[in-house]
């Protein structure tokens, strides 16, 4: 029997997995399986499992306050640089590195159809590529420290201390449909910004 390399969507689209085409891409089942994908493997306090779409939010938050002046579609970038987990989840950094090249393969052919979809380029340039890459740094160490379980000194660890003025954004636990509606509302609000 024939494996499949497809995922169906609740659009109904069927993108593949080994050759994405930015065409069966919609912004609706991003925003809905990112909001039920758990990070931290699940392993958050809270009534609620903490989504990758939570996390995108804070990301594209703080990537704003890094680089203030940055063009708009830089922070659609922010918002979406976790997208391709809506597809193959939010495995934890020890679980990448088992698996191996393959994985960021995965991750980056998804990516580049993702940011085509949605008018970006296929590669981000190096330096907004860093400041997003900051951004999610900065909010891991904060889900670690209040959500997680981790000491500060584990965190600082693993992801690096954040400079004071990152410290006041809250970590949020929403449920999944109201984050989903948050997630889809912030793409819109950014998309209106570049008068899309």
């Known amino acids: 029997m024939a494996q499949r390399a497809w995922q169906r969507m609740l659009s109904g689209r069927r993108l593949d997995l080994l050759d994405p085409s930015p065409m069966d891409i919609e912004l609706e089942d991003i925003a809905h399986g990112l909001a039920f994908v758990a990070r931290w493997n699940g392993q958050t306090q809270g009534d609620y499992a903490y989504c990758v779409a939570e996390h995108s939010l804070l990301v594209e938050t703080i990537f704003a306050q890094i680089a203030p002046k940055a063009p708009v579609h830089w922070r659609l970038a922010a918002l979406l640089h976790d997208a391709p987990e809506y597809v193959i989840g939010d495995m934890i950094s020890p679980v990448k590195a088992a ?3 393959d994985y960021g393969e995965l991750d980056a052919r998804l990516t580049a159809a993702i940011h085509i979809r949605f008018g970006l380029p296929a590669a981000l340039p190096k330096t907004v590529k860093q400041q997003i890459k900051r951004a999610d740094r ?7 420290t209040r959500i997680a379980g981790f000491s500060e000194a584990e965190a600082n660890k693993f992801f690096g201390k954040p400079k004071p003025e990152f410290c006041d954004h809250k970590v949020t636990l929403r449920p999944p449909l109201e984050v989903r509606a948050a997630y889809e509302a912030r793409y819109k609000a950014l998309c209106e910004a570049m008068g899309e």
């Not at 909010?139 to 670690?144: H, I, N």
């Open 99 to 101: 698996i191996g090249p």
């Open 138 to 144: 900065i909010s891991a160490w904060l889900e670690a």
